[in-house]
């Protein structure tokens, strides 16, 4: 099955540098990839997301970029503010339904003042 | 906008009870998920349902079981309560045809004693 890795863990930004989280995958099948933020006490929002003929995306402060051949795929967060503050996952999965949805182990993003 | 409702919000129990967690799905979806996330962890899905019936099982014990019923609103069964399912659980619902977007609730803490 899919193996999602995440990194890092835990990444404290001063407010207004960016902030990347960067995640790989396993499974060549894999072509849909999205990112979700979790804050404290919620479930986990759809932010973004990018599938495997797209190399990047953009919305506003954010992007996510990817790289096929490499397995991997990364979250860039801009200008950050301290609303950003969150546990941020990405996920891989084959397509076609969400069963086959596999999620990172997290990142929790510190935004300091 | 309508979003995934979940209730409970907060439920406690004791060892060997059981616990009924119920989520209606945002309207004109059809597709519901159940994940389970444990403090700290990334959410691990449980079971999904497409159009009433079973689309796919994760790592749920044989304790648990869920359903869907015809107004798409989904219930999760869980007996014989463990300490070990303290836990946040979420539903998820995405609409129709089958696609990978999930938009989660905001969970049920669960906590047994």
């Known amino acids: 099955g899919e193996n999602v890795e995440q990194h890092p863990s835990t990444l404290s930004v001063q407010e207004g540098d960016s902030a990347v989280i960067k995640c790989t995958y396993s499974?060549?099948?894999?072509?849909?990839f999205p990112w979700y933020k979790q804050e404290l006490g919620k479930g986990p929002q759809l932010i973004i997301d990018?599938?495997?003929?797209?190399g990047e995306k953009k919305d506003q402060r954010i992007a996510v970029t990817l790289n096929k051949t490499a397995k991997h795929f990364s979250l860039h967060i801009t200008e950050t503010q301290p609303e950003d503050s969150a546990v941020y996952f990405c996920a891989a999965s084959p397509g076609g339904g969400a069963d086959g949805l596999t999620f990172g182990k997290g990142t929790h993003l510190i935004i300091q003042p | 906008a309508a979003g995934v409702i979940q209730s409970p919000r907060h439920l406690i129990k004791e060892k060997r009870e059981t616990a009924t967690l119920k989520c209606y799905p945002i309207?004109?979806?059809?597709?519901v998920y159940w994940y389970q996330q444990g403090p700290g962890q990334d959410p691990q899905f449980l079971i999904s349902f497409y159009e009433k019936m079973q689309s796919d099982k994760g790592s749920i014990p044989d304790r648990f079981s869920a359903q869907q019923f015809s107004d798409y609103h989904s219930e999760l069964n869980m007996s014989s309560l463990e300490l070990g399912d303290s836990a946040l659980y979420f539903c998820?619902?995405?609409?129709?045809?089958?696609?990978?977007?999930?938009?989660f609730g905001s969970g049920t803490q669960l906590s047994v004693l």
């Open positions: 990018i599938r495997s003929n797209v």
């Open positions: 499974d060549s099948a894999s072509n849909y």
């Open positions: 998820a619902s995405s609409p129709s045809p089958p696609n990978e977007k999930l938009f």
């Open positions: 309207p004109r979806h059809d597709t």
